[in-house]
């Protein structure tokens, strides 16, 4: 075999990468001028709420329990031999708040809510919706595309909000009500050590940054996908493993930017 | 499913999602602390600000009265100045004293002010006169060490 056939498919792999991400591009910029329809139209973002927000708080919320009480439980242990067990509210706290909560959240709603978006734009596609949309002078990055988009960026704060919050109560209701440890200690050093703006804040700045990735992930992985049923079960796939490695790869990016300096 | 009810089921949605937050915020952070009162600013001079960081804590009989808002270096007499925002409901007299104290045994370092007793209060910018400087671990351990080691040659002359 020709030697230099791995170094041509290296190349021909890299252009195709640079092109995609390059259409990728545009279509996010796309989408964010077309966003008006969904403030315009209000009501089509309410739906996709409902489909993606209100469909999804189940199992953010049964994740964030069962994580705060295995963080409650392993922190226990953990604490104990040192005598800090009474900190154990401001490890959960921080933990859940800075990481733990902004990142499987985020995680979750790929699996769930990106799955979802992204096999309903594949079928319109592949039933030749958006095709029709266009005949009739109605373009479907507005109709369709933008409020889907707007309804993840609003939900996945509200709902990495929740799961942090679902997390420290059952990290209460362990490490208090079951384990035995002072309720005073566990909310004021939690209360003392936890910080609005560097903690929360940034947790709530790194849940808007992966609503807007995964979001647009799931949309344009939908939109470009072929138009069959195995092209659909491809894309759900797909966006499942690039949401999840561009969410983990934007948390290390933001994490080193937000809380590095003290 | 009827238009109403898709719109009251989101409206709960951010509605638990708002509470949730307001959770975070209040119970889990600081906020309740968060002194919306104005500050005047207080300037204190030590040798050595130990392991004194911005947004410490400013205690006076234990009760936080502000907080630091600046340390910087003075390349004139390589004193460091540290600005304090002090709560404007309290005035302290001219001869308060500060002092960098550790919270614990080895936690967080703050300041700690002694109120004096005199009858002219600070106003804003001026500087407390009399600051003690952090104990730095270090300097101890090597008086200590100093002192055991000058002992032996002091016993044979205390007998």
């Known amino acids: 075999m020709n030697p230099l056939v791995p170094v041509q498919r290296l190349g021909t792999s890299t252009l195709d990468i640079l092109q995609e991400l390059g259409h990728a591009s545009r279509f996010f910029a796309d989408l964010i001028a077309h966003s008006g329809t969904a403030f315009r139209r209000f009501g089509l973002t309410v739906v996709q709420l409902h489909a993606i927000g209100n469909r999804s708080i189940l199992i953010i919320a049964a994740s964030g329990a069962t994580v705060g009480l295995v963080l409650a439980l392993q922190g226990y242990i953990t604490l104990s031999p040192y005598g800090q067990a009474d900190s154990l509210g401001v490890l959960v706290a921080l933990a859940l708040v800075r990481e733990l909560g902004p990142v499987l959240t985020a995680l979750l709603y790929a699996g769930r809510a990106g799955t979802s978006l992204t096999a309903e734009i594949g079928l319109m596609k592949a039933g030749e919706q958006l095709s029709a949309m266009e005949m009739m002078a109605v373009d479907p990055r507005s109709r369709v595309l933008a409020p889907r988009f707007l309804a993840g960026v609003i939900s996945v704060p509200l709902l990495g909000a929740i799961f942090s919050a679902v997390g420290i109560l059952a990290a209460y209701v362990v490490g208090v009500l079951m384990i035995g440890l002072d309720p005073g200690q566990f909310w004021s050093q939690m209360e003392a050590r936890v910080d609005v703006l560097r903690d929360v804040g940034n947790g709530i700045v790194k849940t808007f940054a992966f609503g807007i990735a995964s979001t647009f992930i799931a949309l344009y992985i939908g939109y470009e996908s072929e138009a069959t049923p195995e092209g659909v079960a491809r894309a759900t796939t797909k966006t499942v493993v690039v949401s999840s490695l561009v969410v983990l790869v934007l948390d290390f990016i933001l994490t080193a930017l937000m809380f590095s300096a003290p | ?159």
């Open chain 2, 1 to 159: 499913m009827g238009r109403r009810q898709t719109e009251t089921l989101v409206g709960t949605f951010v509605l638990l999602g708002m509470l949730a937050i307001l959770f975070l915020a209040l119970k889990a952070a600081n906020l309740a602390s968060f002194s919306f009162e104005s500050h005047y600013p207080l300037l204190a001079r030590f040798d050595n600000v130990g392991g004194l960081k911005v947004h410490a804590p400013v205690k006076s009989a234990g009760v936080t009265v502000g907080k630091v808002s600046s340390i910087a270096f003075d390349g004139s007499d390589y004193r460091a100045v540290v600005t304090m925002q002090i709560d404007d409901r309290f005035r302290f007299p001219a001869d308060s004293d500060a002092k960098i104290l550790t919270a614990g045994l080895l936690g967080d370092q703050y300041i700690g002010l002694d109120a004096g007793s005199d009858d002219r209060k600070l106003n804003a910018g001026e500087t407390i006169a009399m600051a003690q400087s952090a104990i730095v671990l270090e300097n101890l351990i090597g008086a200590l060490v100093n002192s055991k080691a000058a002992e032996p040659a002091a016993r044979p002359g205390a007998k």
